[in-house]
């Protein structure tokens, strides 16, 4: 068996505790190994990058490996099929838009440039949403949550009230709609 | 092949500035027939035969020995010695067979009650016959009613060294007139226990049992191997079930840092426990370190066997509620080591004539043999003391005491209870 060192010095031929003394063993360092890559010498087992090329010897790519691909994106749309009698006809030939949600916070309503409210989900085209009408919020694990912020109209979610000022998870393919006749659809995207 | 199971019972934390570990490890014999065992058998029977013997004891004795032989199986081996002022080998060496057993029964038919009592001849004549056969399970029994000659006794502690792992002796004292020290002595060194035969006509009984015991017996020589590290001591380490067998002085030191104590053959199904109080170098809260690696060692042939291993660890804690905590197996050992020795003390102090030190003491047993509820310790208390109250341990003792009493309750003071499991005893205040 081969002799392994204790904390203390001995050698001893236990793996647990130190065979002379008794006390508990650390874990050997493993042996060091070479980068596949470049050859230069690994500086611990526990090193991710080789020192000199980079190389990560977990992934066995070079450099930081990249964070997960996928991001949350927001379609407007304008759905005529929404419209109560007393909305206005809804507009002809809207061309869905859709907006990349990449900020921890993003406000869903009518832009005033005097009360400086610029939202990230602008619906200035639908009279019946509220300027400050709701927020879609990034959770930690990155996920969404919906919150109507009392908006005078009141937001649907799934063809369901949302209750005013709650957090609602979303979740991909999620149907928001508000307003006369507008719809946002969150969905995941890769890339 | 014969498998152990070690297993240890401790609280490992201790606080800051203590050194001392205890432990209790249960060692369990689990499957078959095998390892260390060439499957041989040899019974030694020893009987005194010396001139106190005379009447109703060497007749009970003689037929419970014919019964006995005629019980042995035919491929064990046995031998007699007839225990005088010299052991008289009057059987020696043989299979068991139809044939030798009736030679065995003619000898046996010759012995007469005559002389003085030399035990140290006789096991050396014994001592001979095993030595024939050094890989079988090697049982003795002997039989004897008196106190060993004064000129013997050096004679016996020298027999008793070179008999030290040869074979394994039960000793049994028939009648009221032997020594429990003695022969206590002997059953000690030579791992086997020692008790009472109150009356003759139980001697038959009581042979069967033992013999019945060797037969189960698969594995000798097993060997209890404890390491411990670098500047630590072991304070005591004792077999404390089934019955309490001091065995820190009987280590061998094959090596340093290592003692090997010897527990004899193992049958099936056996289990036993032993108690290692362990000194270790104070450590820093916080430290972790290995106090004691036990395993069984097994002899085959000159090579060792280990079978089975457990780990005594030391933690150092400043938590209290850790390091408080008695292991309650350690604690309901630590209460029956001293149920006996409160036994002991007792008996000796009500056989010379101090009666509040023996009612003291023995109320104490009868306290702690309650408490742990050992009751076969407590009935032969009560024939001791005459019991008020058990859990308080107030008691009186009896005025008229048979002396087979007094010795029962001498030699059974070291049978322990085992931990009764919690959900079997409610009022167990051991958790």
């Not at chain 2, 009186?396 to 931990?419: C, G, H, Q």
């Amino acid at each position: 068996m081969p002799q392994l060192l204790c904390p203390k010095g001995h050698d001893s031929s236990e793996q647990d505790f130190c065979s002379v003394c008794g006390a508990k063993m650390v874990s050997p360092p493993a042996p060091a190994q070479n980068c596949p890559d470049c050859n230069a010498a690994r500086e611990s087992a526990e090193a991710a990058f080789c020192q000199d090329c980079g190389y990560n010897f977990t992934t066995g790519l070079h450099g930081e490996p990249k964070p997960a691909a996928q991001h949350w994106e927001a379609t407007i749309a304008v759905d005529a099929s929404l419209r109560t009698d007393e909305s206005p006809a809804a507009p002809e030939a809207f061309q869905p838009i859709a907006i990349r949600l990449d900020r921890e916070n993003n406000l869903i309503g009518r832009g005033s440039d005097k009360r400086a409210i610029f939202p990230e989900i602008s619906l200035d085209f639908d009279d019946a949403v509220s300027h400050r009408h709701a927020l879609i919020m990034r959770t930690e694990n990155a996920g969404l949550v919906l919150r109507d912020l009392g908006s005078a109209n009141g937001t649907k979610l799934n063809g369901s009230d949302a209750q005013p000022l709650a957090d609602i998870p979303l979740k991909d393919g999620d149907r928001i709609t508000l307003g006369h006749w507008t719809r946002i659809t969150v969905r995941t995207v890769a890339g | 092949m014969t498998q152990f199971k070690a297993e240890v019972f401790q609280n490992a934390y201790i606080p800051q500035g203590a050194d001392e570990v205890n432990a209790i490890m249960t060692v369990t014999v689990e499957g078959g027939l095998g390892l260390g065992s060439s499957g041989e058998k040899v019974i030694g029977i020893i009987c005194d035969t010396s001139g106190s013997m005379e009447g109703g004891k060497i007749h009970a004795a003689k037929d419970a020995i014919v019964r006995l032989v005629w019980l042995l199986p035919a491929d064990a081996s046995f031998f007699i010695v007839a225990g005088g002022e010299t052991g008289d080998l009057i059987f020696p060496i043989a299979k068991a067979t139809p044939e030798s057993k009736q030679r065995a029964i003619a000898a046996i038919k010759t012995i007469k009650a005559i002389g003085g009592t030399c035990i140290s001849t006789w096991l050396a004549k014994a001592l001979e016959q095993f030595a024939v056969a050094p890989n079988a399970i090697r049982q003795c029994i002997l039989l004897t009613d008196g106190e060993n000659e004064k000129q013997d006794e050096p004679l016996l502690g020298a027999m008793l060294n070179a008999c030290e792992g040869q074979f394994q002796c039960e000793c049994r004292g028939v009648g009221s007139d032997w020594k429990v020290e003695e022969l206590r002595k002997i059953s000690g060194r030579l791992l086997g226990s020692t008790d009472i035969i109150t009356r003759p006509d139980l001697i038959e009984a009581d042979f069967r049992e033992i013999l019945q015991r060797a037969l189960n017996k698969e594995v000798s020589d097993v060997a209890l191997r404890l390491w411990t590290p670098l500047g630590s001591r072991v304070r005591f380490c004792k077999q404390v079930s089934p019955d309490i067998v001091d065995l820190t002085g009987r280590a061998r030191q094959p090596k340093p840092q290592i003692q090997d104590y010897p527990t004899g053959a193992w049958g099936k199904a056996e289990s036993r426990d032993y108690h290692f109080c362990i000194e270790v170098k104070s450590g820093e809260v916080g430290d972790e370190m290995l106090a004691g690696r036990a395993s069984l060692v097994v002899t085959t042939g000159g090579v060792e066997n280990k079978v089975a291993e457990a780990r005594i660890l030391a933690v150092w804690t400043d938590d209290e509620s850790k390091s408080t905590r008695i292991d309650r197996r350690v604690a309901h050992y630590t209460g029956q080591a001293e149920l006996a020795q409160s036994i002991q003390e007792g008996l000796e102090a009500r056989g010379r004539g101090d009666d509040d030190v023996a009612t003291a003491l023995l109320g104490k047993a009868v306290r702690l043999a309650h408490e742990s509820r050992n009751e076969a310790t407590t009935k032969l208390l009560r024939k001791v003391v005459e019991v008020e109250n058990e859990e308080q341990g107030t008691v009186r003792l009896k005025r008229l005491v048979a002396k087979e009493d007094a010795m029962a309750l001498e030699t059974r003071s070291t049978k322990t209870s085992r931990i009764q499991r919690p959900d079997t005893a409610p009022g167990s205040n051991q958790e």
